[in-house]
């Protein structure tokens, strides 16, 4: 039953997470269309302060892509030990605990049912990992966006010509900027809320199964232990990023209340005012939940304590 319950858990998150692809192709395709035209006109504006920015940003999001994709690697041993346990013992086993269409007693039945169950299991796992690889590429252009967006505040010269073309074109940047985060928003609200809501009970049922070592191969504790690492992995990138948008956000106030805006005329600064206004009111990524830092510590102190819960229902019925 435990192992069933994990696979449940885990294979419904990678399920939601390959979901956005289908569902929300278009608001995607959208977002990074907006995002990439916007970057090449800040590169364009700032030339090699926005260029250095900005290609330190991708080449973090490409690093985050081959960690994801190595943990993805990392996990999908449980795919070859099925054909490791035929080909040493000849014992038919399963991938995962589900109904499968052929006859277990049979090699032809053997292959059969592993293809079966291949294809969705790694269909499903690479899906995971896209949506985590695609969410800090844009997470990371958008903080590279933010960055850019203070430092034009930060450097405005007020008192020494005008600059309301300057701060117009910082309102714009802004406004195309919370745009892009809205979209980015209700793309990913209901996959994170899921992520969050699943990883609870997942950690939960792993801890449980965890805690008793005794009845359980240790095939199916480095399993455990290796999809447990994944699902922290994923959700801690996850509420980080979140945590560095929202707090990004908020520091274009200060980035435009440093600057000498005593000394500009009354349209300049009811302009500044206009942006800094907006950051009092910041972005929270996940919608329903917020994600960042204290998110994780709630989920971990949740899951642990529904481990705790069912620990205790485990020993009285066992003492009954």
């Known amino acids: 039953m435990l192992i069933n319950l994990n696979e449940f858990f885990s294979g419904v998150q990678c399920y939601l997470a390959t979901l956005v692809f289908v569902v929300y192709r278009r608001p995607l395709e959208e977002a990074?269309?907006?995002?990439?035209?916007?970057?090449?006109?800040?590169?364009?504006?700032?030339?090699?302060?926005?260029?250095?920015?900005?290609?330190r940003r991708r080449k973090k999001g490409k690093w985050a892509y081959y960690m994801f994709f190595g943990s993805f690697v990392m996990v999908c041993h449980w795919a070859i030990r099925p054909l490791l346990s035929m080909a040493i013992y000849g014992e038919s086993s399963l991938i995962v605990h589900s109904w499968v269409p052929f006859a277990r007693d049979s090699l032809i039945g053997f292959f059969g049912n592993y293809m079966f169950q291949i294809v969705p299991c790694l269909s499903f796992c690479l899906g995971f990992c896209l949506f985590a690889s695609i969410f800090v590429f844009l997470s990371e252009m958008l903080l590279g966006h933010f960055a850019m967006l203070g430092k034009k505040l930060s450097l405005m010269e007020y008192g020494k010509g005008p600059l309301e073309s300057k701060l117009s074109n910082c309102i714009d940047h802004h406004t195309r900027l919370l745009k892009i985060c809205s979209m980015f928003q209700d793309i990913t609200s209901i996959p994170l809320l899921t992520q969050c809501i699943f990883t609870v009970?997942?950690?939960c049922m792993a801890m449980f199964e965890l805690s008793d070592v005794e009845g359980?191969?240790?095939?199916?504790?480095?399993?455990?232990?290796?999809?447990?690492?994944?699902?922290?992995?994923?959700?801690?990138?996850?509420?980080?990023?979140?945590?560095e948008i929202t707090i990004q956000c908020l520091e274009l106030m200060r980035a435009g209340y440093m600057s000498n805006w005593y000394q500009g005329t009354t349209r300049e600064k009811r302009m500044l005012l206009n942006i800094m206004t907006r950051t009092v009111?910041?972005?929270?990524?996940?919608?329903?939940?917020?994600?960042?830092?204290?998110?994780?510590?709630?989920?971990l102190k949740a899951a642990f304590s529904y481990y705790s819960f069912l620990a205790v229902v485990a020993a009285v019925n066992a003492g009954g």
């Open 32 to 55: 990074m269309r907006l995002l990439e035209e916007l970057t090449e006109e800040v590169t364009t504006e700032l030339e090699a302060v926005a260029s250095q920015e900005f290609s």
């Open 201 to 203: 009970l997942a950690l």
């Open 216 to 243: 359980a191969s240790s095939g199916r504790i480095i399993s455990v232990l290796a999809e447990a690492q994944q699902e922290l992995l994923f959700l801690a990138t996850y509420c980080w990023y979140g945590n």
């Open 281 to 299: 009111r910041p972005i929270y990524l996940g919608g329903f939940i917020k994600m960042d830092m204290i998110t994780f510590i709630n989920v």
